[in-house]
């Protein structure tokens, strides 16, 4: 095995570059390194000014989401020697405003998920003296994939709905917003559904699947989308033949 690989690094610098460029570096090729640590390896030993995000390093935290030779990826989780003896292309994630080198700007994403309400909601609380809201394994299971969800971004960057029309909810906003709904605990599903049945919400999404085949987390927000299209028809369909429900 060859002892270094080459690594391409999109640079930005806002405040001298007009636009962004790739800068190329050798860095080790080590069987248990992965794409995080070689760009760690970048900035401690050859060029401190490389900016990017990264935290817990163990596919948890979900900030290290960058595109390698063109895929969304978890560069904590990303090895280097899937790519050898190649080189490997690191890039800021797609569809998001670039702020400096491979950091991105999620504002409009934390406006995204804050407006689907990812919380639980109820319209009276019981009193702490008959304690805790209770669930069974079977409810814990209707509704535990799609709380997986580490906000990495990753279906984000795949999605072409949402590089399209900046307006869409986009998969993971929804997914959490299906979770919260399928959550026996719950009751704010209608408030929800006011706000994403609509065209920037769940009938924006025209079921690529992309955003399910990027997860680390198999979340699988593309089916989440598609629970809650067959949930919106349903209340669609209710409301039609009795209308009285709304009143």
């Known amino acids: 095995m060859a002892e270094t ?9 806002p405040e001298k570059d007009t636009e962004p460029g790739l800068q190329t570096y050798e860095v080790p090729l080590k069987k248990e390194w992965v794409v995080l640590d070689a760009l760690n390896y970048v900035k401690d030993k050859v060029d401190g000014s490389l900016s990017f995000r990264w935290s817990c390093r163990m596919g948890i935290c979900g900030s290290c989401g960058m595109m390698v030779n063109g895929e969304p990826k978890l560069t904590c989780a990303t090895f280097l020697t899937d790519y050898a003896p190649g080189t ?21 994403f934390l406006a995204k998920l804050s407006r689907a309400k990812p919380w639980l909601i109820r319209k009276q609380e019981k009193p702490l003296a008959e304690g805790e809201y209770l669930q069974t394994p079977e409810q814990l299971d209707a509704f535990k994939q799609f709380s997986m969800c580490i906000n990495c971004l990753l279906c984000y960057a795949a999605c072409p709905v949402y590089g399209l029309d900046p307006l869409f909810s986009g998969p993971a906003a929804i997914a959490l917003a299906q979770r919260y709904n399928m959550d026996s605990r719950d009751q704010g599903a209608a408030q929800r559904l006011d706000i994403l049945s609509h065209s920037d919400g769940i009938w924006g ?26 949930t919106a028809t349903t209340e669609w369909f209710k409301s039609m033949l009795m209308p009285w429900r709304g009143e």
């Open 5 to 13: 690989i080459t690594l391409e690094v999109q640079r930005y610098n």
């Open 205 to 230: 999404c025209t079921f690529v699947g992309e955003c399910t085949e990027v997860c680390p987390k198999h979340v699988d927000p593309a089916g989440a989308i598609q629970q809650y299209k067959l």
């Open 88 to 108: 490997v292309r690191v890039e800021p994630l797609k569809h998001f405003p670039v702020l400096r080198d491979l950091v991105v700007d999620i504002t409009d």
